[in-house]
């Protein structure tokens, strides 16, 4: 399997990941089946839209290969069927079903800081560490951020656990894994995501925030 296979591949399973947050989101807000799908699809392609749109690189990706918007969509539709038929159950198990999405949206994240990074550089901004990291995070964090304006709440990453802090150290680390050539492509990639993945799991383990004015 050559590198754009690598790559194709790990986008595809942040597309599935943030997909799953965002129709477990609908579900939870008592959206219909195109809520669901709308906000899926939002979720999974809405940071990589904003991150091309910065990077000048027009039209955005999802639009150019639909097959990520496709996925999106018939993730999002599947979930939404199964939840109709297995909703009571769901909800017994409920405290379960929370750290199953809770995992797919720190994969989410650190899969689409990876490709933020890679595309950075596919478009001629490799060199620059700021631009690349920003498109990281952003890519990481966008789609949750329109995901969570749409469902009527607060963004995730403004008062949950370090989310887009471990984003931030990720990118840095991916970056400079490929900027000082320390390993393979892939294994680079491999640590970068692995460690947002890490840094969100102990995290959600060890109730990590950062600190707060809860007082006034």
């Known amino acids: 399997m050559n590198i754009d296979s690598v790559f194709f591949f790990v986008e595809i399973v942040g597309t599935i990941a943030f997909a799953l947050t965002g129709v477990i989101t609908a579900i939870e807000k008592k959206f219909d089946i195109l809520g669901a799908i709308v906000l899926g699809t939002v979720t999974a392609v809405g940071g990589g839209i904003m991150r091309d749109i910065i990077l000048g690189y027009l039209p955005p990706l999802a639009f150019r290969h639909p097959v990520y918007a496709l996925t999106a969509i018939i993730t999002s539709v599947s979930v ?3 939840a109709f ?6 909800v017994r198990h409920f405290d379960v079903y929370s750290q199953v999405i809770n995992f797919f949206d720190s994969l989410g994240l650190a899969v689409f ?12 901004f490799g060199d620059n560490a700021f631009l690349s990291v920003f498109v990281a995070v952003l890519t990481g964090v966008g789609g949750g951020v329109l995901r969570d304006i749409l469902a009527g709440r607060a963004p995730k990453i403004l008062h949950r656990r370090v989310y887009a802090l471990a984003a931030i150290l990720g990118a840095l680390i991916y970056y400079y894994l490929l900027e000082f050539n320390i390993f393979p492509e892939t294994v680079s990639m491999l640590i970068g995501a692995g460690s947002v993945l890490l840094i969100r799991i102990l995290a959600t383990v060890f109730h990590w925030n950062l600190p707060s004015i809860k007082n006034i």
């Open 80 to 82: 939404f069927v199964i």
């Open 85 to 90: 038929f297995l909703g009571k159950k769901i």
């Open 113 to 124: 800081v990876v490709t933020g990074i890679n595309t950075a550089a596919e478009c001629g």
